[in-house]
């Protein structure tokens, strides 16, 4: 895994996809503070320094907005949706 103090996460500029929001507001709320440079960053961000998979990234951001939206035993649902295909995917190799 990356690193993540080591990536370049600067969405300070006006021109950021992080400073517009496409969708409900479910996504900002969602959206921490950097423990390492104090920014804003969103779910995307952490896939992007963990370089996570599709599977991964689609679990985790079910599980980094949980609560924000809709009922939460669906959100947890679609998580493990996406472990399970994971899990079948891994046991294949």
């Not at 400073?19 to 921490?32: I, K, L, S, T, V």
């Not at 949980?66 to 009922?71: A, I, N, R």
């Amino acid at each position: 895994m990356a690193d993540p103090t080591m990536q370049d996460h600067d969405s300070t500029s006006s021109s950021s996809a992080n400073n517009r929001q496409e969708g409900g507001d479910h996504y900002q709320r969602g959206a921490g503070a950097c423990p390492h440079c104090g920014q804003v960053i969103q779910h995307w961000d952490i896939v992007e320094m963990f370089r996570l998979d599709y599977f991964i990234g689609n679990a985790t951001k079910y599980l980094f907005r949980f609560g924000l939206k809709g009922d939460p035993r669906e959100q947890l649902k679609k998580a493990i949706h996406y472990l399970q295909k994971k899990l079948e995917l891994t046991s294949r190799e």
